[in-house]
């Protein structure tokens, strides 16, 4: 095994750690910082304060390891196309959105600060649909594997939009089953560099 199937199958088994941080850190968060649960809190209000708001900023900083671990390890595959470029410079987009939800106060702004939560929510939105959208090609040589992905890409971007018209009873629940969605694809991005780092993406070639 060549030094680089070592380094995309290690970003594969960091990216899957850091998925498996991120979904326990908000579900031990909310359990612990609310008494109103994962239905009606959403992931920001679990995050914007309390004893244990430090859980779910810990679980974001590690969904944005795993980000950049998949986008990392994808990186090394001998892709071509425009699309294939895209997607990868979208995964950082996303990292940086993810890190600027966790980092901006959303509801406790000195000074009277711009609201700008939803636009770093609404640009992950608009950036992770596209980036699956776009990378499928070159995560499969299937072309079945490769519609579904974007069947599922086009039905997230649809999906997405109603969680700001969702009840306040409901919105937590809405937003942790798109947000389980996304990290299902991460998760399995990560296995894949995982279990073919020897071979790499199935019909992509490895330069030694």
């Known amino acids: 095994m060549t030094n680089r199937k070592r380094l995309a199958q290690a970003c ?29 809190e959403t992931i920001s209000n679990v995050a914007a304060g309390g004893r244990y708001d430090w859980l779910e900023d810990a ?5 944005v390891v795993a980000v950049l671990a998949v986008a ?12 294939w ?14 890190v600027a939800i966790a980092a901006y106060e959303a509801y406790n702004r000195p000074g009277g600060g711009p609201d700008l939560h939803l636009y770093f929510v609404g640009l992950l939105a608009i950036c992770f649909p596209l980036e699956v959208w776009l990378t499928s090609r070159g995560l499969t040589a299937d ?11 086009a039905i ?39 279990r073919r780092s020897d071979r790499g993406r199935i019909g992509a070639n490895w330069s030694t």
């Open 72 to 83: 990392g390890g994808i990186s090394l595959w001998k892709v071509a196309g425009w699309d």
């Open 143 to 153: 072309p079945r594997a490769k519609w579904a992905l974007r069947l599922f890409a």
């Open 85 to 98: 470029a895209i997607g990868r410079i979208l995964l950082a987009v996303l990292a940086g959105a993810v």
């Open 156 to 194: 997230w971007a649809v999906a997405a939009p109603p969680l700001y018209l969702m009840p306040t009873g409901w919105d937590g629940l809405y937003e942790r089953a798109l947000a389980l969605l996304m990290l299902g694809w991460f998760a399995l991005a990560a296995f894949s560099l995982w």
């Open 59 to 63: 679980g974001l900083y590690s969904f």
């Open 12 to 40: 594969g088994v960091v990216a899957l750690i850091g998925c498996a941080i991120v979904a326990g850190a908000d579900l031990i968060g909310v359990t612990l910082a609310h008494n109103i649960g994962p239905i009606a």
